[in-house]
């Protein structure tokens, strides 16, 4: 094992399941509901299933979601895109409205009270098709489990970012970003805990996105060129600046928060 994956396990990867552990115990109903706000190519999946491997180790049954297994599909977004021309966050997956919000609260309804039926699919969506602009798969393809879980993870780069007044959002075009992540308080509402994962350069994102879409082209997929994948992520950069700094004063209404800060190799550099 190298020194760096010891150190995401023994640095990272265990105090959070702790932290969350504990949580979890003291929690009066399941399933507890975990958020995790992370950067793009920060290893949020990865992460994510350490942590539901560690919670089957306490007999406990986690799975983990997505924001991005809620995206629209790709003809919703090419309409989507079609709609907002003069809009260059609009023009591609990743920012608030390009999201199918009712999917995601059907989902997370389903989790949080399996009803009469303890079998439930989840949605999944891949990255590598139309060259890199991804769909979502098709419903006939989605895992099934059964139900109940004692624990969802849901994870996504823009987890419980909340919007500002519009005097506080100098570009134009996010204002309409801005008035649509009203929406997203609709999956904030599950959340009991949120743990909130930040570059301490923003910068980095760039960088491990592009490092992202290589390792996946690796597996055989097809996906974006480098020059598309690095313009792909610095569009996100602007979000990033604008709605991280806010994140600690406007939290979703959860019982326990963790804030990690992470240097370039993805390690934390602090916890608080």
């Known amino acids: 094992m190298g020194l760096r994956h010891q150190g995401l396990i ?6 959070l399941f702790f932290f969350l552990y504990k949580q979890v115990t003291a929690a009066p109903a399941t399933p507890f509901f975990a958020g995790i706000n992370a950067p793009q190519g920060a290893g949020k999946s990865m992460l994510a299933g ?28 090419i309409h989507i895109a079609g709609e907002n021309p003069e809009n260059t966050f609009l023009q591609q997956r990743g920012y608030p409205g390009t999201h199918d919000i009712a999917l995601g609260v059907e989902i997370l309804s389903r989790l949080k009270d399996p009803q009469a039926d303890p079998a439930i699919s989840l949605p999944r969506y891949d990255k590598s098709k139309y060259q890199g ?10 895992p ?5 879980v004692d624990v969802v993870i849901l994870e996504g780069w823009m987890l419980g970012f909340q919007p500002l007044p519009e005097d506080h959002v100098p570009d134009a075009q996010l204002h309409k970003i801005n008035a649509l992540l009203q929406d997203y308080e609709h999956w904030d509402r599950f959340l009991d805990c949120f743990v909130y994962i930040h570059p301490e350069d923003p910068g980095f994102v760039v960088e491990w996105r592009c490092e992202a879409e290589e390792r996946m082209k690796a597996t055989g997929v097809t996906g974006m060129s480098l020059t598309e994948v690095r ?6 950069l602007p979000a990033y600046k604008l709605y991280g700094p806010h994140l600690l004063e406007c939290l979703p209404p959860v019982s326990s928060f963790l804030k990690i800060e992470i240097g370039r190799n993805r390690l934390p550099l602090s916890r608080s």
């Open 10 to 15: 023994d640095d990272y990867y265990l105090p």
């Open 50 to 77: 350490h942590l539901v491997r560690l919670f089957a180790w306490c007999d406990l049954k986690a799975v983990t979601l997505s924001i991005d297994d809620f995206y629209l599909t790709y003809k919703q977004q």
């Open 133 to 142: 602009q991804g769909d979502r798969i098709d419903k006939d393809l989605w």
């Open 144 to 148: 099934s489990m059964q139900l109940p």
């Open 231 to 236: 313009r792909y992520a610095e569009k996100f």
